[in-house]
């Protein structure tokens, strides 16, 4: 996601802040922007890459030893220079770059816009940079002083750095929910979001925690307070990670990276959507179409790959939950094969990049015969998300790995929302079933914390079966495609050989490949059709075959039968894809690097399919 770098010292902050930013490249975003503070704050942002606002202040002044940048991936408005960071308040004396999302900020520019104050972006950190501004002229309180009592008028998460002219010795940064990382060099500061463009200056930094405001000052101590104004003593650690590590978090891999980062892009994608005190869920950016949605007699959902496994995952909540028939297609297929859809058909369109070429031409066929068209993309102000009416966006960060991951359980998490919330409207589910559900989304990141936390047997189960050249994945009822998904992730980064089916369809083909050399991999919760599940997995051991089994916590009956069993926590039914999805990422990301495969960039795959 996006990227902050911010200097005060005594050297030239300009080269510091720009090789800051490339080494954060690695995030992902759409724009850079940076301000430099030498009497007044000069500002320079542009669209694309950070070579681009290199070139772009390559003749320009930027002299100055104190200094602000960032790389925007963004989340309120499409990515341009506008929108880019850093953001100026009325006065032109603050400067501010931020990540994260500021949940009221409507609310709040409403309250300035009513007090004269004027909007150049479309960003949330437009608001808070004037709402600073406003508190420190209104209450005349000094510059820190202001910041602290507009954090405790935000909702959501951010992390800040803010230059100001009236202040040329001293940055402020704070944080919730988003991490800082500080660099104490010799009288000197630097700031950034993980250590990466800090680690060449200094060994010795101290992570900002949750509700803490630094005042960094050339020169002197610096001071740490919280949001409720209490000093606190920092805590300075000496890093003992190596550039190459730091980009990857400390992982080897970029994969493995988002497979570890899902609890927070789930809780990102559920962020002001899911209300377990109001019982509510809304989803902002489809609210003018939610009546369209139920007038229509039928959803399409068009999808490629993982993200066309999402989908199916939606047939069945949609069905299931809010009783509105779906169908799930191929968008390559759909997009040839003259489909029936009328006017004031819904389809909703799923992508993670939200460039898939076959997606978007989908999405323009079925535009033409009348249908509205919601989208379910990760990359804001991708195409796919341009060319729809309406859309929710996933909110799972940026994903570098070619394979899937993060994005494939926030496409889940929306499109469980989605499904809630017409159910809501439509009063298709109970309040009691309706409210158990609700508590039981918010309750899913801690769970997938908890399936995250295998302790090597994931690992243990590819050591054994690295060398083998077929795979089976066997799901029933909302695991099915969760089995589709976990032979996808095997067979895209492993190049082993792996196939998904309907565990009862087996004995219609596939049981003919069983013998001791085959493994097969069931997904079989104590949920819906168990007992169904488990005479399928004594079909497959009757056989020989090896069984990997993903089971509920405490479970008894297919402990006694599979060869290896991975146990999941409790929760519905409609969620446990999101919950079994993750094991069978890691043992594809195990054996794939056990057999030596390139993980982050597969052969012949590329992140974005922007070709037929
Ligand atoms: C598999 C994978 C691909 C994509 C597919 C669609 O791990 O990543 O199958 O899901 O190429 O891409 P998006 O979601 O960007 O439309």
Redesign the pocket.
Known sequence: MCGIVAYIGYKQAQPILIKGLQRLEYRGYDSAGISILNGSIKTFKTKGKVSELENHIKNKNTDGEAGIAHTRWATHGVPNTKNAHPHFSKSKSLSLIHNGIIENYAILKEELVKRGYQFKSDTDTEVLVNLIEDIRINENVLLDEAVRIALNQVVGAYAIAILSDEHPNTLIAARKGSPLVIGIGEGEYFLASDATPIVEYTKNVVYLQDEEIAVLTRGEDFKIKTTNNKEKTPYVEELEWNLSELEKGGYEHFMMKEIYEQPRSIRDSMRGRLNTTTGTVSLGGIIDYEQTILAAKRITIV????????GLVGEYLFEDIARVPVEVEY?SEFRYRNPIIEEGDVVIA???????A??LAAIELAKKKGAIIIGV???VGSS?ARASHAGSYTHAGP?IG????K??TA?VTVLTLMALRLAQLKGSLSRTKFMQLLMEMEALPTKVEKVLNTNGLTEKIAKKFKDVENFLYLGRGYNFPVAL?GA??LK??SYIHAEGYPAAEMKHGPIALIDENMPVVFIAPRLGIYEKVVSNIQEVKARKGRVIAIVTEGDTMVREIADYVIEIPETAEYLMPILASIPLQKLAYHMAVMRGCNVDMPRN?????TVE
């Open positions: 999808a490629c790959g993982t993200s066309w496994h999402a968008a799923i992508s993670q990049s939200g460039e898939t076959d997606t993309c990760n990359v796919i994903e070619v394979a899937s991951t994005a494939f496409q998904e996808l992730k895209e980064i795959l590329a992140k974005s399919v």
